[in-house]
């Protein structure tokens, strides 16, 4: 005896199960039709339209899902790496001068400096650029050169990053620049260097005065 299955077999099995696709829609969104003559559409049609569309969907959100944990787990990771050597730090004389390097080194950027400023030089710092700098704010942009020049000293680069903090009796400056005019233009996210200034401000805190 024969258990090998016809299509009368399949019609008629469907025929007594109707609900059969409704838990399997995936399947539907597989199948060929034959499409309706004209302009006509069945709702069968549609359905299966439909389910290959959000079917498209979620495969494209599933692409950025898997892109951007691929991207924040290059973040993290390199931000770990950062934090490690801040919080490792023996002395201001050392925090000062390897978190530029770190900057630099583990975020690839083009230059990174931390500077600190009495409130008379910071006054100047001001004059100079016509900028104000209050603690806890974050600058993003490409600023003009003479500007730039001032704070990096470096004519090269185009778009910056500068976020305050105070420190002690002094003001402190994270200053991060690219090459790039159109790198940092001032509509990024400010959450994650305004995180890298805050640590290195608890830090810095922890020395003595």
Do not use: C, W
């Not at 003559?37 to 549609?46: N, V």
């Amino acid at each position: 005896m024969s258990n090998k299955i016809n299509d009368k077999d399949v019609e008629l099995y469907l025929l007594k199960n109707t609900d059969f696709f409704l838990t399997r829609e995936s399947i539907v969104s597989e199948l060929n039709f034959k499409h309706s003559p004209g302009k006509a559409e069945s709702l069968l049609e549609r359905q299966v339209r439909k389910l290959r569309g959000e079917q498209k969907d979620l495969l494209n959100s599933l692409s950025v899902f898997l892109s951007n944990a691929s991207e924040n787990e290059d973040l993290f990771s390199k931000s770990k790496a950062l934090i490690l050597k801040v919080v490792t730090a023996k002395n201001e004389d050392t925090l000062i001068e390897l978190m530029p390097k770190s900057l630099k080194k583990i975020f690839e950027v083009d230059a990174a400096y931390l500077k600190f400023f009495t409130n008379n030089e910071m006054n100047s710092l001001e004059e100079s650029t016509g900028m104000t700098f209050s603690a806890g704010e974050t600058k993003y942009g490409s600023f003009a050169n003479e500007k730039i020049r001032i704070l990096f000293g470096d004519d090269s680069i185009k778009s910056v990053v500068i976020s305050v903090f105070k420190n002690k009796n002094k003001i402190g400056l994270l200053l991060v620049g690219s090459k790039d005019n159109t790198r940092y233009l001032g509509n990024e996210d400010t959450t994650f260097i305004e995180f890298i200034r805050d640590i290195t401000e608890a830090k810095l805190k922890t020395f003595p005065a």
